[in-house]
């Protein structure tokens, strides 16, 4: 088993590399698309006000960073922080005259104690080796009125968008190391007491876990997806170290167990989220 200080690194070398990379490079042409009204959903229950202070956690190419930033106008102030310094020069470019970027660990960022009223993060809270110390320094960061929402998945079998083209392309490839259920990671949110044993062990209060449940947009054709398929995720690990041959046959099974899946508004299966708010006190 790994410990914890090789978790941690294993996602600041991941993000610092091929996951940024291959984040930054899907974001405008699909990623933007297939996550934002799940996001628009959590920042209106985040529901920024003028004049507050806020942190984006993981706040990645800086999108929902300025859409909180436009919220608390120029009297607030928005800080993205962000472990990968590639999506933090993504997110500086939107010039926003009141938000700050730094590249930082979440984690162990030594946020400006009791300072800010809003916490948010869209999908950016799952990737912390030790969840409990984290959600512990970012509690701290907040005012005793202050509160917290984010966005996460539920588990892998609850979103379909994220696991068919996975299975039905892993039989071609080399085989994967299998993330354990409490390792860092994309799903590693998705069970209701985990999240709410993490939470309250990190001193949250009054703790709301709503599903949310959606297609997940993946692409406008089958073509369009497949020809995506490997930049980013868990497939960009596998198709890394695989033959030519392998991939191709890779992304014929995922033509085929998506196809049913395409309609007049693209490739889209289910996806299910958590939207998950709490109190600091
Ligand atoms: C799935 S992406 C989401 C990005 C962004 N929130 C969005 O919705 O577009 C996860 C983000 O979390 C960041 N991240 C992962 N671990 C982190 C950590 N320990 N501290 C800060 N950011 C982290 C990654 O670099 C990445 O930008």
């Given at each position: 088993m790994?410990?914890?200080?090789?978790?941690?690194?294993?996602?600041?070398?991941?993000?610092?590399?091929?996951?940024?990379?291959?984040?930054?490079?899907?974001?405008?042409?699909?990623?933007?698309?297939?996550?934002?009204?799940?996001?628009?959903?959590?920042?209106?229950?985040?529901?920024?006000?003028?004049?507050?202070?806020?942190?984006?956690?993981?706040?990645?190419?800086?999108?929902?960073?300025?859409?909180?930033?436009?919220?608390?106008?120029?009297?607030?102030?928005?800080l993205?922080?962000?472990?990968?310094?590639?999506?933090?020069?993504?997110?500086?470019?939107?010039?926003?005259?009141?938000?700050?970027?730094?590249?930082?660990?979440?984690?162990?960022?030594?946020?400006?104690?009791?300072?800010?009223?809003?916490?948010?993060?869209?999908?950016?809270v799952?990737?912390?080796?030790?969840?409990?110390a984290?959600?512990?320094?970012?509690?701290?960061?907040?005012?005793?009125s202050?509160?917290?929402?984010?966005?996460?998945?539920?588990?892998?079998q609850?979103?379909?968008?994220?696991?068919?083209?996975?299975?039905?392309?892993?039989?071609?490839?080399p085989?994967?190391?299998?993330?354990?259920?409490?390792?860092?990671?994309?799903?590693?949110?998705?069970d209701?007491?985990?999240?709410?044993?993490?939470?309250?062990?990190?001193?949250?209060?009054?703790?709301?876990?709503?599903?949310?449940?959606?297609?997940?947009?993946?692409?406008?054709?089958?073509?369009?997806?497949?020809?995506?398929?490997?930049?980013?995720?868990?497939?960009?690990?596998?198709?890394?170290?695989?033959?030519?041959?392998?991939?191709?046959?890779?992304?014929?099974?995922?033509?085929?167990?998506?196809?049913?899946?395409?309609?007049?508004?693209?490739?889209?299966?289910?996806?299910?989220?958590w939207?998950?708010?709490?109190?600091?006190n």
């Amino acid at each position: 088993m790994k410990t914890k200080s090789e978790l941690a690194a294993e996602q600041a070398a991941y993000w610092n590399g091929p996951g940024g990379d291959g984040w930054l490079a899907a974001y405008d042409q699909r990623i933007k698309r297939a996550i934002g009204d799940i996001g628009d959903i959590g920042l209106a229950a985040a529901a920024p006000q003028p004049g507050e202070r806020a942190v984006d956690i993981g706040c990645g190419t800086g999108d929902t960073t300025a859409a909180l930033a436009r919220a608390v106008g120029l009297t607030g102030h928005v800080l993205g922080v962000d472990i990968s310094g590639t999506l933090i020069d993504a997110a500086r470019s939107h010039r926003l005259e009141n938000a700050t970027f730094v590249v930082g660990d979440a984690a162990t960022h030594p946020f400006q104690a009791g300072h800010y009223d809003l916490v948010f993060s869209r999908f950016g809270v799952m990737f912390f080796a030790d969840p409990v110390a984290a959600f512990r320094n970012i509690r701290r960061a907040l005012k005793l009125s202050g509160r917290l929402a984010f966005i996460a998945w539920r588990t892998p079998q609850e979103n379909p968008w994220g696991t068919t083209p996975t299975r039905a392309a892993l039989p071609f490839l080399p085989p994967q190391p299998r993330p354990g259920p409490e390792d860092p990671g994309q799903f590693a949110f998705g069970d209701r007491a985990r999240v709410e044993r993490i939470l309250s062990e990190a001193g949250f209060h009054k703790l709301r876990l709503e599903p949310i449940d959606r297609l997940i947009w993946m692409g406008d054709s089958v073509a369009d997806v497949v020809a995506g398929a490997g930049r980013f995720g868990p497939l960009a690990r596998a198709f890394a170290n695989a033959e030519p041959a392998a991939i191709d046959k890779a992304k014929q099974a995922i033509a085929e167990v998506l196809a049913p899946h395409e309609g007049p508004d693209g490739v889209r299966l289910p996806g299910a989220c958590w939207l998950v708010e709490a109190n600091a006190n």
